[in-house]
DNA sequence: TTCTGCGAGGCAACCGGTTGCACGACAATC
DNA sequence: GATTGTCGTGCAACCGGTTGCCTCGCAGAA
């Protein structure tokens, strides 16, 4: 019932030549006469001969796939990237596998283990594992993190802190004296650089911040915190990423806010463009470019030319949309009452 | 500076066996006696041994990889699919090689190719290729297609035909007498099936029905295609999937139509979920199943107990959430003006 | 004519596992 | 005590490529 792709013997045999022989045919042909090359190639070609990859890799000890790790495929930040990542990886000649973390490190590091032996290297996305780990892993295999800033590795870094920078600007400029920081998963790097960025903006604007914890990203923590954020007395809240900053913004039109007037809202990594209602101010994301500088990398440091220290830093801007204003008159604590319908049947 | 596992020969010496004794030990330890095993087991794990899956791949002509291909990984209907997928086949101790086809049927052979030497079988998610690629695919490794009805195949299908029906019914109820259906991809399996019921339905509720056609599915497509849908005199519309409806929502809101009095939107696949604003009804999906499904599928044919023809249907019914509701009165055609200010700064 | 150099291509080992078969030891059977 | 069977293990071939080294033949130089 299966079929059975030719071997390197059947071309071999077929055109009269040694297994080596076909084998140069298609690695080294300058080794080989123009006319044995391309008799050889003929060959093949007529037997539908492609060398399997998987005796490739055994013998050269290099597979032309690369690992490819992120916390989370459903949160909407990683499927462009990883898409890209794809591209760019078959641009060169190879496949990807794909890995879940789950955010858990324990998942991250088996997921690890199970590529190290079948692909030449790997890139790891928003990784959840201690340095150590990380850097015992890159014993093994050549190594790339995204969005994660271990010194003496190759990494590739979205600063969205720039981006961050502007939108606490921009909300100084337009007169918010204290706003709300909703963080992200603490054991991210990007919510730490947030975090910082915020807090060194807002003191050199001389803007009070406060800090509302989502311990995960989803739409509906957002949602939830929204009560938290108007409790802190804030005019604008700036949200780890687009996903809370969509659920902040269904919490606050439960709770009566209206955004932009009464309170300002802005995410992060522009991963939803303008579908939200009202389109969401944002801190703009470069995750293709990331991915493909990643694979790029991956690629450089997997042939001989390979850097053992980069660190690619990829800058961000504030994207305006309309979720930011002005301050309107103070949101009373008490607004926090909830207002209108159910959010309609969620699915079972 | 590369790190290298320990080998089958190393264990061997170490533990004074020969190399097959190492290897029974893993893949069948009854044939050993117990302290052979218990020997060669406890020296494989002080020397961090682990069966090199290249070469057992060679030498089985199996490896523990999967290949799964979807057109477009950044459409959010599939990242759930996807990581659904890839949990489920960790489970069964498999690896998963990602493919995005772009929607292009020569790119998703390509891919198909590529990993066929390096995978065990294959599951293809709503192929965009033709009966005949799929079969001769299928002939080199086992395949199993989710949302493509090829018969004599394994495939598992989303029947959103179910919740469509459930739609118009629900849009009939309610009062609507002309709808329009906003159309997927052509070659969508989804679209096609979707498309038929919408069409059935509406001649059984005594329903008029027309069609505007999106090639592809996104917002901004969604959004674009309002004017036309207005055009169509209809007072309501299904899309083919939660992106359109989107994008819909927005270019409504652009023409100054307000959801769902004067107009209503039902989507399809839920994988908006209650994010939209006004939160989105529309028909369940069940990627996560599916997916399930499908890794299960496969392996079961991986191993004897394959059957070769089934189709597992999974039905969806309608998630009522706040953008339908008895028509109002009619849009006049002309009411199509653009209203209110620009979309804001779109990223670069 | 003999020697040297070089290019083309074959031989065989190797990558790291798996597996059919054979062999030796020991127990059970006649 | 010889025969047969069973169990545990080793030998060696094999999966399908790659690659270092050797040989062979031919051209050019001495």
Redesign the pocket.
Known sequence: MIK??????Q?ASEA?????????A???P????????ERVLAVADRLG????P???A????QSKNIGLIVPDVANPFFPPLIRAAQRKAEDFGYCVFLGDSDEKPEREDQLVDRFTHQVAGLILVSSRLAEAQIREHARRRPLVLINQDVPEMLRVLINSGAGVTQAVAHLAELGHRHICYVSGPTTSWANRQRRAAVKLAAKQHGVTVSAVSAHKSTHEIGRASAQAVLGTGASAALAFDDLLAQGLLAGLRDAGVSVPSEFSVIGCDDVLGATTYPPLTTVSNRCIEVAEIAVTLLMDALGSRGSTDVRHVLDTHLVIRETTAAPGRPVPAKAARRKGGAAGNEQP
Chains 1, 2 share one sequence.
């Open positions: 059975r792709r030719a071997t390197i013997s071309v009269g030549v040694a297994r080596s022989t076909v084998s140069r298609f690695t080294r300058d080794r080989l006469s123009p006319e044995t090359v001969y492609q060398p399997n998987v005796a490739q055994l013998s050269t000890g």
